[in-house]
């Protein structure tokens, strides 16, 4: 898979490891930085990850700040996009299955890197259900179009 990887100055070492992490399970990552430990605001880097998710330049994306909350609610403002902020795998596999997520965000200060990579490996194996979720996902594009008019 294609996956976009952003994040804030607070990440930037633990992001190398997730980066690190796809590399060697055969994904092809592309980086949106920040790569400088100089203090960055968190929305610009989840919209650049999020933009290119909505064009299709990636498959997926992969957003990390100092809680994956605001770099989380940044991807979420971008049209098309479910975003879903996970401490744990349960949710990172349930909003692949149900919600039909197209970005991940966890937060450096909160979830060890161990247990981020578990919580990758189910989210990107896990499988949209489609059926009785779809008429859900249809209502999220709902509330998108009444935004913009
Ligand atoms: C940066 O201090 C911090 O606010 C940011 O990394 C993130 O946790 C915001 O949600």
């Given at each position: 898979m294609k996956i976009g990887i952003g994040n804030d100055h607070v990440a930037v070492e633990y992001k190398s490891i997730v980066r690190g992490y796809l590399e060697s399970k055969g994904h092809e990552v592309v980086n949106f930085g920040?790569?400088?430990?100089e203090r960055a605001n968190y929305p610009e880097y989840g919209e650049a990850v999020a933009n290119a998710v909505v064009s299709g330049e990636v498959d997926r994306g992969i957003v990390i700040c100092g809680t994956g909350v605001g770099i989380g609610i940044a991807a979420n403002k971008v049209n098309g996009i479910r975003c879903c902020t996970c401490s744990e795998p349960y949710s990172a596999l349930l909003s692949r299955q149900?919600?039909?997520?197209?970005m991940l965000s966890f937060g450096a200060r909160v979830v060890g890197i161990e247990l981020a990579k578990m919580i990758v490996d189910v989210w990107l194996d896990g499988e949209y259900e489609d059926g009785r979720h779809q008429v859900r996902i249809d209502m999220l594009r709902d509330i998108e179009a009444r935004q913009r008019r």
């Open positions: 920040t790569d400088s430990l149900h919600n039909n997520s197209n």
